[in-house]
């Protein structure tokens, strides 16, 4: 399944926030990613998400922040095409106010998270309730109105503690903002050699330090571990060849560096929860 870049209808294109409340037989959507963020609130129907890596059930009353280019589908099977769907849309370009708003120290929180965004992120609890109750006035806001709300809307999930990360982290892999050169270039090294075996004493040396120094160092800039962090890089990149190619179980653990189709299958089922032909498959069914 080929991967689209969706462009914004020209109408939405000149609204600084694009809001639409729509209602039809089914979200008319292909497994497609595009520059702004969208944040999704389901009002009726539908059956199923795909975000990133993860394939999961559509809950009504949800509530979803989707970061800049992180591909994602929504679907509605044909048993519930007879009842439809719908849902609030908005969408909004990263740069809102100017290329560098986000680095003033005042929209700190803002900016850790839309940073979060690019794993996708689903409301829960108390901040769901309020984040739904702002999104039904915008659509019949505009212009600054609807821009502080949105503002409203980013602030109040700036604070929350209630918000879960959907897509693995390895799906948009990043360091912190802050990391160091060094980490930037050995996590450069690992994506353009995932499929290669790669060992903490190479890298160390390629970051000019000890291991014990540059796996201390290495955890402080992603989160994670040495280990950690390229299970996670290489299940993200098989779940996308899965999706994207026709490429057997075994071409696609060779290419993500994984020694055996054995072990892949092991890991990949650990992660998603389901065998790589049953996520391939889970994946198509409605396409």
């Known amino acids: 399944m080929r991967l689209i870049k969706e462009q914004q209808s020209p109408a939405a294109a ?18 497609h990613h595009h520059p702004e963020l969208e944040i999704f ?23 979803l922040l989707l ?11 044909r048993k519930g095409r007879q009842a439809g769907v719908e849902w609030i849309l908005v969408q909004f370009r990263p740069n809102l106010f100017g290329e560098e708003w986000t680095q003033h120290s005042s929209v700190s929180a803002i900016r850790r998270l839309l940073e979060r965004a690019r794993q996708g992120l689903e409301f829960r609890g108390a901040t769901r ?21 949105l503002i409203e809307f980013l602030e109040l999930a700036a604070g929350s503690d209630e918000l879960k990360e959907i897509a693995t982290p390895g799906f948009h892999a990043t360091t912190d903002a ?7 270039n050995v996590v450069a090294h690992i994506k353009a050699n995932l499929a290669k075996p790669l060992y903490v004493p190479e890298l160390a040396g390629l970051a000019g330090l000890s291991e014990s120094a540059f796996s201390r160092l290495f955890k402080k800039c992603t989160g994670r571990s ?5 299970n996670e890089l290489r299940i993200a990149r098989a779940a996308r060849l899965l999706a994207e190619t026709d490429l057997s179980v075994k071409q696609i653990a060779h290419q993500c560096g994984y020694p055996t189709s054995a072990y892949f299958h092991r890991q990949f089922q650990r992660h998603q929860e389901l065998p790589p032909l049953a996520y391939r498959e889970a994946i198509r069914r409605h396409a």
Not at 14 to 27: I, K, T, Y
């Open 14 to 31: 000149n609204e600084l926030v694009a809001c639409e409340h729509l209602s039809q037989r089914d979200f008319g959507c292909v497994w």
């Open 41 to 63: 609130f389901l009002l009726r129907g539908g059956t199923e998400r795909w975000i990133g890596d993860k394939i999961t059930p559509l809950k009504v009353g949800e509530v």
């Open 67 to 77: 970061g800049s280019d992180l591909p994602h589908d929504f679907r509605n099977d």
């Open 129 to 149: 309730k309020l984040a739904a109750a702002l999104l039904h006035r915008m659509p019949k806001a505009h212009g600054l109105r609807r821009l502080a709300l």
């Open 178 to 184: 802050q990391t160091s050169d060094r980490i930037g």
């Open 226 to 230: 040495v280990p950690q962090y390229l």
